[in-house]
Antibody, heavy 123, light 108 residues
């Protein structure tokens, strides 16, 4: 089974861009069967789906995201490194959360998940 | 958007007791529901998919049931490692999905 591991800075200054990478091992990121997904979880809160990128490299963003968030999210893939990434621009304290990458199967459920990485937005 | 609600918000249970968690969808999602367990400080872990199929490696004490709009996760005899937050997820309209707000299972 594939394994996922997030990496990136744990502290980002307000108005800067949060950039995270998810490394995939145990399988090719460009093979079919998985849609590479970013989730986040603010402290003490539930799970929020940000979007995914397809095996072919097409991003899809959660249409239910608040517009002010949706326009700041970019998901991309680097097949040469077997990684996919999340960029979240113009961050504020409200973007402080644990960010998870996960593999969404074509059937719809998410398995597995990365361990998560806490990103704090603070000056 | 399909809204998932979960009840109760918190369930206080003693080890060895049975726990029954409920999840309701705002419209029919057939059996397109998964359940996840999140132990504090850890990532969510898939327990159940297709409403009632156990994921690989999940102990048999976890079972799921339901279809349409009403779903249940049952833990037959709670172990210490089962005290966690449980989320249901619907994935009825690919590629969209939504999660419920979670049920926290804690010590009575």
């Amino acid at each position: 089974q594939v394994q996922l591991q997030e990496s990136g800075p744990g502290l980002v200054r307000p108005s800067q861009t949060l950039s995270l990478t998810c490394s995939v091992s145990g399988g090719s990121i460009s093979s079919g069967g998985h849609y590479w997904t970013w989730m986040r979880q603010p402290p003490g809160q539930g799970l929020q789906w940000l979007g995914h990128i397809s095996p072919g490299g097409s991003p899809f963003y959660n249409p239910s995201l608040d517009p002010s968030l949706k326009r700041r999210v970019v998901i991309s893939v680097d097949t040469s490194k077997n990684q996919f990434s999340l960029d979240l621009s113009s961050v504020t304290a409200a973007d402080t959360a644990v960010y998870y990458c996960a593999a969404k199967l074509v059937t719809g459920w998410l398995d597995p998940w990365g361990q998560g990485t806490l990103v704090a937005v603070s000056s | 958007e399909i809204v998932m609600t979960q009840s109760p918000a918190t369930l206080s249970v003693s080890p060895g007791e049975r726990a029954t968690l409920s999840c309701r969808a705002s419209q029919s999602v057939s059996t397109n529901v998964a359940w996840y367990q999140q132990v504090p400080g850890q990532a969510p872990r898939l327990l159940i998919y297709a409403a009632s199929t156990g994921a690989t490696g999940v102990p048999a004490r976890f079972s799921g049931s339901g279809s349409g709009t009403e779903f249940t996760l049952t833990i037959s005899s709670l172990q210490s490692e089962d005290f966690a937050v449980y989320y249901c997820q619907q994935y009825h309209n690919w590629p969209l999905f939504t999660f419920g707000p979670g049920t926290k299972v804690d010590f009575k």
